[in-house]
């Protein structure tokens, strides 16, 4: 593989490699250990870990109706079993499937190409839901419509751009106690995990109930009493997709996982979905229906560009009617998205050690934030709930992706993906729901970073890791946390003020430190614009620390970007991981 090794040494002192950083460029951060073929290979794998996304999120975001219009009468307010609005609800989701990997394309190189971070963009789990849940709601029984809803995020995602321009999104974002970011990844993992276990976005282990919040469920959809919702005790558990959805798109996936197979998740669903297509078994996706008639002539295309035609350029402008909504819809979306969006930006940038120990700030944020806040608005004009970077990143991190090429590659995959629409839009509910379940399984890893010692700290976390899922809202979960946390807090330095630092909890020094001073408050490229440096938005040069009378000029040379990691044992750990690869 000698061409392989000459082919990376000589993009590495190209331009490109210049730009992207690639170990060899010469650059002065250039990073240890990224090398083309590398990059791409981490690229497809991150594509493989998020491809459920598509089919994933159209599902969800099509719950809410899109823009059909529901007539079904007293009988059938929510148009649960209307042909016709069934029909438009089918064309919904193939046009968020091509919404979908199409915001996810343009995105994810994006945040490539200006960014150069191994992060790739998609329309965020969680984020989704509360959409298409809460927001709008079923069928479009929440607070505001979907068109307006769009419109909501469409204005948030330009706030948010203005707010990484100036600084203050990432400054907002560490100003939020650590418990209570951790909290959320939890939180959004078990609100996730629920929904997978219900009918319409899951396996349907779960429905609700009158006697108890939730009461077990499994059987046929068909089978459900249609006043209280439930299911007879003698059909419970025998619902067949159920048992496909659990051991070949959750077990398996599982096993698959462990022995560290690529793209075990997306294998699962694949499976899944090829045991539900022939219509003459008991648990096709296609029955002999209208719907499913209709549904089944779209699959039979396989290969198809499907054209946006009913989520393309929808929001409704004049929103005088949905005012109070509109500005709820918003002020959530906005509070959420800080949150979640920027948690797991974070959490992603860690992860491929290019977080600074000092200003907890890392490299290219600012641009980052800015092509995510862009990609929000754009995402809305497709019909989009809001993208965010994704936590599946990390198994192209772990593939050794370093620089943004790998982000790049990915967002190449999600659009060779758009042509692809008819299968991914036949995907069953059963074959993702589990995806769910494992997605929220990995979100839960952020449980154990949580500061239980400390009553503080660990009380809010618990009520924001509980209200999320039990209220189905991430919201209630978030406002519930951080107010009790001030309630907590503030009750505590009150009380040590007031008695001069006499009266304190006796474990407070193992509470997480908390200031809202990270770094300053402006953004380094205003910080270097107001050195009066002519070329504000290039980075200083790294300025070594090591006296010149020690060491030579040449040693120097060789070891500039080396002394860094030296210094910091996460770094080092890492560079030696990837030379022991």
């Given at each position: 593989m000698g061409w392989v090794h000459t082919t990376n040494a000589k993009i590495a002192r190209s331009p490109v490699g210049r730009w992207f950083q690639l170990d060899g460029s010469g650059h002065p951060k250039e990073r240890k250990g990224s090398y083309f073929f590398t990059e791409l290979r981490a690229g497809v794998a991150a594509f493989f870990a998020m491809a459920y996304i598509i089919a994933v999120n159209s599902s969800i975001l099509s719950d809410t109706g899109g823009t059909c219009v529901c007539n079904g009468g007293l009988d059938d307010p929510v148009c649960d079993v209307n042909e016709d609005y069934l029909l438009c609800v089918a064309e919904v989701?193939?046009?968020?499937?091509?919404?979908?990997?199409?915001?996810s394309a343009l995105s994810s190189f994006c945040m490539g190409l200006f960014a150069n971070l191994p992060v790739s963009l998609?329309?965020?789990?969680?984020?989704?839901a509360y959409f298409a849940y809460t927001v709008v709601g079923y069928h479009g029984t929440g607070i505001v419509p979907y068109s307006v809803a769009l419109t909501a995020i469409f204005v948030e995602g330009w706030v948010f751009f203005f707010l990484a321009l100036f600084g203050m999104r990432q400054w907002?974002?560490?100003?939020?106690p650590r418990s209570i970011k951790?909290?959320?990844?939890?939180?959004?993992?078990?609100?996730?995990?629920?929904?997978?276990?219900?009918?319409?976005?899951?396996?349907?282990?779960?429905?609700?109930?009158?006697?108890?919040?939730l009461v077990l469920a499994g059987c046929p959809s068909s089978a459900l009493d249609p006043v209280t919702g439930l299911c007879p005790d003698g059909a419970k558990m025998r619902?067949?997709?159920?048992?496909?959805?659990?051991?070949?798109?959750?077990?398996?996936?599982v096993i698959l996982m462990m022995y560290r197979v690529k793209g075990a998740i997306?294998?699962?669903?694949?499976?899944?979905?090829?045991?539900?297509?022939?219509?003459?078994?008991?648990?096709?996706?296609?029955p002999y229906t209208t719907v499913g008639d209709d549904a089944f002539d779209f699959f039979k295309q396989v290969v198809d560009f499907h054209k946006i035609s009913k989520t393309l350029n929808v929001q409704r402008w004049d929103v005088s009617e949905y005012g109070g909504q509109f500005g709820l819809a918003f002020i959530t979306f906005l509070y959420v998205d800080i949150l979640d969006c920027t948690g797991t930006l974070y959490s992603m940038a860690r992860f491929a050690n290019v977080i600074d120990p000092v200003t907890e700030d890392f490299e290219g944020s600012t641009i980052a934030y800015m092509v995510d806040a862009i990609s929000i608005s754009i995402g809305s004009l497709l019909g989009c709930s809001p993208v965010t970077a994704f936590i599946e990143s990390g198994a192209g991190i772990s593939e050794g992706g370093r620089t943004g090429l790998t982000s790049m590659t990915t967002g190449i995959c999600f659009f060779i993906s758009i042509f692809f629409a008819p299968i991914f839009a036949s995907i069953p509910p059963w074959a993702t729901g589990c995806v769910l379940v494992l997605v929220g399984s990995m979100m839960m890893m952020a449980v154990t970073e949580i500061n239980w010692r400390y009553l503080g700290d660990a009380i809010p976390a618990f009520v924001t890791i509980c209200v999320m899922p039990f209220t189905y809202s991430i919201a209630n979960g978030?406002?519930?946390?951080?107010?009790?946390?001030?309630?907590?807090?503030?009750?505590?330095?009150?009380?040590?003020?007031?008695?001069?630092?006499?009266?304190?909890?006796?474990?407070?020094?193992?509470?997480?430190?908390f200031t809202w001073k990270f770094g300053g408050f402006l953004p380094p490229w205003m910080k270097r614009l107001s050195r009066g440096k002519k070329d504000f938005w290039r980075e200083d040069t790294p300025i070594t620390t090591e006296s010149t009378s020690d060491v030579p000029e040449e040693k120097m040379a060789k070891t500039g970007s080396g002394d860094s990691a030296k210094g910091h044992p996460e770094t080092a750990a890492l560079h030696d991981q990837e030379k022991s690869a």
């Open positions: 989701k193939r046009d968020l499937v091509t919404a979908t990997a199409a915001i998609a329309p965020g789990m969680g984020l989704n907002l974002a560490r100003a939020i951790l909290a959320t990844s939890v939180g959004i993992g078990l609100f996730l995990t629920l929904i997978g276990f219900t009918y319409s976005e899951g396996i349907g282990l779960l429905t609700g109930a009158q006697d108890t919040p619902n067949p997709t159920m048992w496909i959805g659990i051991f070949c798109g959750g077990v398996l996936t997306i294998a699962g669903i694949l499976l899944v979905s090829i045991i539900s297509w022939p219509r003459t078994t008991s648990v096709t996706y296609f978030l406002i519930g946390g951080i107010l009790l946390y001030v309630a907590l807090n503030s009750v505590v330095w009150l009380v040590e003020k007031a008695s001069g630092g006499r009266i304190v909890p006796p474990n407070k020094s193992e509470k997480d430190v």
